[in-house]
């Protein structure tokens, strides 16, 4: 059984940064891999990005092409999330996941993480 954590949310102004982390506990870190989920109010759970075990294979969604970077330490059983110019309308809960197949979608993910709260004022 694989436990997430994810911390690093809060108030940021539109146009600020923030980087989030993701702590796993109870499993072997390198052989999953992991993703970044976000809900907004009142719309469904959409993918910021995922990342293989080794880090090496990395998408992400094309909202966020080329402001956010994901990365891992898996020495640390950690990813992170860094969001640059981030935008009113990505204020949501941010959660992280699991999958040790690399499925991709979020009904399909082994495990979840209890999410953190961003919140972007315009």
């Known amino acids: 059984q694989v436990q997430l954590v994810e911390s690093g949310g809060g108030l940021v102004q539109a146009g600020g940064s923030l980087r989030l982390s993701c702590s796993a506990s109870?499993?072997?870190?390198?052989?999953?891999?992991m993703y970044w989920f976000r809900q907004n109010p009142g719309k469904e759970r959409e993918i910021v990005g995922r990342?293989?075990?080794?880090?090496?294979?990395?998408v992400y969604g094309d909202s966020v092409k080329g402001r956010f970077t994901l990365s891992r330490d898996n020495a640390k059983n950690t990813m992170y999330l860094q969001m640059y110019d981030l935008k009113p309308e990505e204020t949501g809960v941010y959660y992280c996941?699991?999958?040790?197949?690399?499925?991709?979608?979020?009904?399909?993910?082994?495990?979840w993480g209890k999410g953190t709260l961003v919140t972007v004022s315009s």
């Open positions: 996941a699991a999958d040790v197949n690399g499925r991709g979608s979020a009904a399909a993910m082994d495990y």
């Open positions: 990342m293989s075990g080794g880090g090496l294979k990395i």
């Open positions: 109870g499993g072997t870190f390198s052989g999953y891999y």
